[in-house]
């Protein structure tokens, strides 16, 4: 094999190795994509179970405040006090405080699913990004190998020129 031979299997080779580069450049900006939005995918599940968990416990503090307040009223009743002034006062407070809470449990699970939908965004994004940046490194990859192959056949070709002069008399 003469070093033209030799010259064109550096460049087979070479290109055979940019090609697998590229290949895998895209397949892990792929793979990191699928990661992503299984992730976002998880957060989104996340985010509906904490509302759904949310509205729950706002039921249930619900439910207990209207034992609290049956069991306030009759205590009132047994002792014989009516429902005005300072007993009313005090369960319509009671009532009030009862409403706070469950609308506080409600508010946390509404911005707990808040952050895992932004999680979810943020995921999807990530893994957009690294698919785009997947291509954009096989594209380098195969810029780099092309302009590589390009300068050992320019210097194959500068080994090998041998000009010839002539000389012309008039």
Not at 21 to 41: D, L, R, T, V
Not at 120 to 136: N, V
């Amino acid at each position: 094999m003469g070093i033209a031979g030799v010259m064109a299997a550096g460049v087979a080779v070479s290109a055979i190795g940019t090609a697998m580069s590229m290949q895998s450049q895209i397949a892990q900006g792929k793979s990191q994509n699928a990661w992503n939005q299984y992730n976002a995918s998880v957060a989104e599940r996340d985010a509906e179970a904490a509302r759904q968990s949310a509205a729950y416990e706002a039921g249930l503090k619900r439910k207990e405040g209207e034992r609290i307040l049956g069991r306030q009223r009759a205590l009132f009743g047994k002792a014989g006090v009516t429902f005005e002034g300072s007993p009313l006062l005090l369960m319509e407070e009671t009532a009030a405080n009862i409403e706070m809470d469950a609308l506080m449990i409600e508010r946390t699970g509404k911005l707990t699913g808040q952050r895992y939908e932004s999680e979810a965004t943020l995921s999807r994004m990530k893994g957009k990004s690294a698919q785009t940046t997947g291509y954009y490194g096989a594209y380098t990859t195969l810029m780099t190998g092309a302009s590589q192959a390009i300068g050992v056949y320019g210097n194959y070709r500068a080994s090998t020129y041998s000009p010839t002069y002539s000389v012309s008399g008039g």
